[in-house]
Nanobody
Framework: QVQLVESGGGLVQAGGSLRLSCAAS????????MGWFRQAPGKEREFVAT????????NYAESVKDRFTISRDNAKNTAYLQMNSLKPEDTAVYFC??????????????WGQGTQVTVSS
């Protein structure tokens, strides 16, 4: 079992930055790939980024590539999402998830509760 808690969301102006954190409980954190997804009002949950269990490989949605960076610290049982050059269309609830390194939500067995990110224009 892995429990995930996101933090770091908030309100930021367009062009600004935020860093989301995902703290995991349990001793098996390093066994899982970690992913970030987001869901805007009235829209389906969409893939943002994923990182392998070792941190050696990552993948991004085209919409965030070159602006967002996913990372992890297995010693701290924490995954991160650094978000730069934020745009109003990045506004959403952001979820972290643990599972397989896929771009589909079905690959992840464990989910956090989400943290709100709002980007004002």
């Amino acid at each position: 079992q892995v429990q995930l808690v996101e933090s770091g969301g908030g309100l930021v102006q367009a062009g600004g930055s935020l860093r989301l954190s995902c703290a995991a409980s349990g001793r098996t954190f390093s066994s899982y790939a970690m992913g970030w997804f987001r869901q805007a009002p009235g829209k389906e949950r969409e893939f943002v980024a994923t990182i392998s269990w070792s941190g050696g490989s990552s993948n991004y949605a085209e919409s965030v590539k070159d602006r967002f960076t996913i990372s992890r610290d297995n010693a701290k049982n924490t995954a991160y999402l650094q978000m730069n050059s934020l745009k109003p269309e990045d506004t959403a609830v952001y979820f972290c998830a643990a599972g397989r390194p896929t771009m589909t939500s079905k690959g992840y067995a464990y989910w956090g509760q989400g943290t709100q990110v709002t980007v004002s224009s």
